[in-house]
């Protein structure tokens, strides 16, 4: 049974949106900090956004700020990565990973528990 789950991928065009979610048990999900990692065709994974635990604090990426956001609603136990704008470099598989804390440079690790990842396509 999987711990971690994400949804919401598809293919859009270059200007679209999507809305990732990251579902998990109410243990994980109303404690823990999440993030949120992206791995582009033939590169490495890499972070994206976190949130911390209350949902008070959260860190994007430069290249995401003003068109992604992240919250979370602990009554349905998930995660949301609202992205707009998108363009063709936001394609790859996103995951959602529980995070030792999210700071003011992003997640933090370590990184215990992964999602199977959601794919993102950005093209014409």
């Known amino acids: 049974q999987l711990q971690l789950e994400e949804s919401g991928g598809a293919l859009v065009r270059p200007g679209g949106s999507l809305r990732l979610t990251c579902s998990g048990s109410?243990?994980?999900?109303?404690?823990?900090?999440i993030g949120w990692f992206r791995q582009a065709p033939g590169k490495e994974r890499d972070r994206v956004s976190c949130i911390n635990k209350s949902g008070g604090f959260s860190y994007s990426i430069d290249s995401v700020k003003g068109r992604f956001s992240i919250a979370r609603d602990h009554s349905k136990t998930a995660v949301y990565l609202e992205m707009n704008s998108l363009k063709p470099e936001d394609t790859g598989v996103y995951f959602c990973?529980?995070?030792?804390?999210?700071?003011?440079?992003?997640?933090?690790?370590?990184?215990?528990?992964w999602g199977p990842g959601t794919r993102v396509t950005v093209g014409p």
């Open positions: 990973a529980t995070v030792g804390f999210c700071s003011y440079t992003g997640p933090v690790v370590p990184y215990k528990t």
């Open positions: 109410d243990s994980i999900m109303n404690s823990e900090a």
